[in-house]
C-alpha cells in the first residue's frame, strides 16, 4: 500500500483567478486564443478548422480539425488555460499543438472526436474498459521494471480520482491522485489522458533526486 497521498490539483483546469474579467474581456480573450490556435497549426497544416465549445466543469474547450492529404479529418481539443499558457510561455506552441495530430496522423483514415456517451453505464463502461487499462498500462510500461501503484481511489475534495506512485519511495510525497473526470474529458478530446499521470510521477521523481 502506497502511503502519502497527495492530490494534484494543479492538474484541474479552472482558474483560479480572484479577478474575474468582464464578458467582454472573455470574449475577446476566447476569440484571440481561437485565431491564434488557427494560426498556429496553418504553420503545421493546409487545411484547418476550429470550433469553440463550452465545456461545464472546465469553461471553453478548443476543438481543432485538420486533414491530411488524403481529405482524412483529425480532431483534437484544447483547454482554454493551457493555450493561454503556451501561447504566453515563448515556448514553441504551434509546435506543441502540431504534435497531437502529428501522432493521431501515423494510424491512417482519420480520427474525429470520440461520439459522447450516451447514460451513465457507457461512460463507467469507458472508463473501466478503455481510461483505467490504458493509463495503468502507459504508468507500467513508463516505468518498468519498477513496481509503481495505479488505480482507481476517492478523494474527498475531488471524487473519484486515478491514482499513481511509486512503491519504492517511503518518505514523503509518493502518490499523485488526477480526478478521473479531468482524465475522462482528455479522453473525449482525443488527448492521451496518462500524459497527465506520468507528467506527475516524473515530477515525483524529481522532487526526490531520481532520474
Given at each position: ?32 486564443v481561437h485565431h491564434n490556435g488557427l494560426v498556429a497549426l496553418k504553420m503545421h497544416f493546409d487545411d484547418v478548422e476550429a470550433q469553440v465549445l463550452n465545456q461545464e466543469m472546465y469553461g471553453p474547450v478548443f476543438v481543432y480539425r485538420v486533414k491530411d492529404e488524403s481529405n482524412n479529418g483529425y480532431a ?136
Amino acid at each position: 500500500m502506497v502511503n502519502n497521498e497527495t492530490t494534484n490539483a494543479e492538474n484541474t483546469e479552472t482558474n483560479n483567478d480572484q479577478a474575474a474579467p468582464s464578458e467582454e474581456q472573455w470574449a475577446e480573450l476566447v476569440k484571440a486564443v481561437h485565431h491564434n490556435g488557427l494560426v498556429a497549426l496553418k504553420m503545421h497544416f493546409d487545411d484547418v478548422e476550429a470550433q469553440v465549445l463550452n465545456q461545464e466543469m472546465y469553461g471553453p474547450v478548443f476543438v481543432y480539425r485538420v486533414k491530411d492529404e488524403s481529405n482524412n479529418g483529425y480532431a483534437c481539443g484544447f483547454f482554454l488555460r493551457e493555450l493561454v499558457s503556451k501561447f504566453q510561455s515563448g515556448s514553441d506552441a504551434a509546435e506543441w499543438m502540431a504534435s497531437f495530430f502529428v501522432e493521431m496522423m501515423r494510424i491512417e483514415g482519420g480520427r474525429e472526436l470520440p461520439k459522447p456517451p450516451a447514460s451513465e453505464d457507457e461512460a463507467k463502461a469507458i472508463i473501466d474498459n478503455v481510461l483505467v487499462p490504458q493509463c495503468t498500462a502507459a504508468i507500467r510500461e513508463e516505468f518498468a521494471p519498477e513496481q509503481v501503484h495505479a488505480g482507481l481511489d476517492w478523494n474527498e475534495e475531488h471524487g473519484p480520482v486515478f491514482e499513481a506512485g511509486f512503491v519504492a519511495i517511503k518518505d514523503g510525497n509518493n502518490v499523485c491522485a488526477i480526478p478521473l473526470h479531468l482524465l475522462y474529458t482528455h479522453l473525449l478530446l482525443n488527448r492521451d489522458p496518462s500524459d497527465l499521470l506520468l507528467q506527475a510521477l516524473y515530477k515525483i521523481r524529481e522532487e526526490h533526486g531520481l532520474n
